[in-house]
């Protein structure tokens, strides 16, 4: 079955860090590009960033409002993708999920984990 | 950046209605457009990739067209498990974008 589970959620003080984990199964993970949405409390979905496989050169994008504060890493003997955050602000407090871009679906976001929640608070 | 705007942005309709959602692209995204469902708790589901292909599993009464900067997303015929949000999101350039979502309720 193919699944991604988030983890590492949780509340964190404004200016801390917190690093969530994305497991993936039943694909072949090095292959895939990654990306993280999120979604603040009774909002829109919100493009964080996206990390391309290792064949593909392994770079990254961002999302301006989080660009140089939060960093996605992947490491494909563990199956893992990482979104490092750093710097947290309020409006950073949203449902994280983690997805797949797909080229032969034209890099629609197929796989979706759960999410897990990051509450930016003092 | 490329900017997506969906119309509207709630809707009220029964079930058995035809419903149209759109989604304009501030610039030109050939047809790399994407249509997703969320249900509330819940992750979003890709029901159209390529403005137009209906991903796996996904009922006929789901269908996408355009190219360029103007798409659609039409439900023939609504049935109950249908009521979601939907947005759009275009995958031709990073930053990826999505529109700012559609509310779809039961009238």
């Given at each position: 079955e193919v699944q991604l589970v988030e983890s590492g959620g949780g509340l964190v003080k404004p200016g801390g860090s917190l690093r969530l984990s994305c497991a993936a199964s039943g694909f072949t993970f090095s292959n895939a590009w990654m990306s993280w949405v999120r979604q603040a409390p009774g909002k829109g979905l919100e493009w964080v960033g996206r990390i391309k496989s290792k064949t593909d050169g392994g770079t990254t994008d961002y999302a301006a409002p989080v660009k140089g504060r939060f960093t996605i890493s992947r490491d494909d003997s563990k199956n893992t993708l990482y979104l490092q955050m750093n710097?947290?602000?309020?409006?950073?407090t949203a449902v994280y999920y983690c997805t797949t871009e797909v080229l032969y679906l034209r890099?629609?976001?197929?796989v979706w984990g759960q999410g897990t929640t990051v509450t930016v608070s003092s | 950046d490329i900017q997506m705007t969906q119309s509207p942005s709630s809707l009220s309709a029964s079930v058995g209605d035809r419903v149209t959602i759109t989604c304009r692209a501030?610039?030109?995204?050939?047809?790399y457009l994407n249509w997703y469902q969320q249900k509330p708790g819940k992750a979003p589901k890709l029901?159209?990739?390529?403005?137009?292909s209906l991903q796996?599993?996904?009922?006929?009464r789901f269908s996408g067209s355009g190219s360029g900067t103007d798409f659609t997303l039409t439900i023939s015929s609504l049935q109950p498990e249908d009521f979601a949000t939907y947005y759009c999101q275009q995958s031709?350039?990073?930053?990826r974008g999505f529109g700012q979502g559609t509310k779809l309720e039961i009238k």
């Amino acid at each position: 079955e193919v699944q991604l589970v988030e983890s590492g959620g949780g509340l964190v003080k404004p200016g801390g860090s917190l690093r969530l984990s994305c497991a993936a199964s039943g694909f072949t993970f090095s292959n895939a590009w990654m990306s993280w949405v999120r979604q603040a409390p009774g909002k829109g979905l919100e493009w964080v960033g996206r990390i391309k496989s290792k064949t593909d050169g392994g770079t990254t994008d961002y999302a301006a409002p989080v660009k140089g504060r939060f960093t996605i890493s992947r490491d494909d003997s563990k199956n893992t993708l990482y979104l490092q955050m750093n710097s947290l602000k309020t409006e950073d407090t949203a449902v994280y999920y983690c997805t797949t871009e797909v080229l032969y679906l034209r890099y629609g976001m197929d796989v979706w984990g759960q999410g897990t929640t990051v509450t930016v608070s003092s | 950046d490329i900017q997506m705007t969906q119309s509207p942005s709630s809707l009220s309709a029964s079930v058995g209605d035809r419903v149209t959602i759109t989604c304009r692209a501030s610039q030109s995204i050939s047809s790399y457009l994407n249509w997703y469902q969320q249900k509330p708790g819940k992750a979003p589901k890709l029901l159209i990739y390529a403005a137009s292909s209906l991903q796996s599993g996904v009922p006929s009464r789901f269908s996408g067209s355009g190219s360029g900067t103007d798409f659609t997303l039409t439900i023939s015929s609504l049935q109950p498990e249908d009521f979601a949000t939907y947005y759009c999101q275009q995958s031709y350039s990073t930053p990826r974008g999505f529109g700012q979502g559609t509310k779809l309720e039961i009238k």
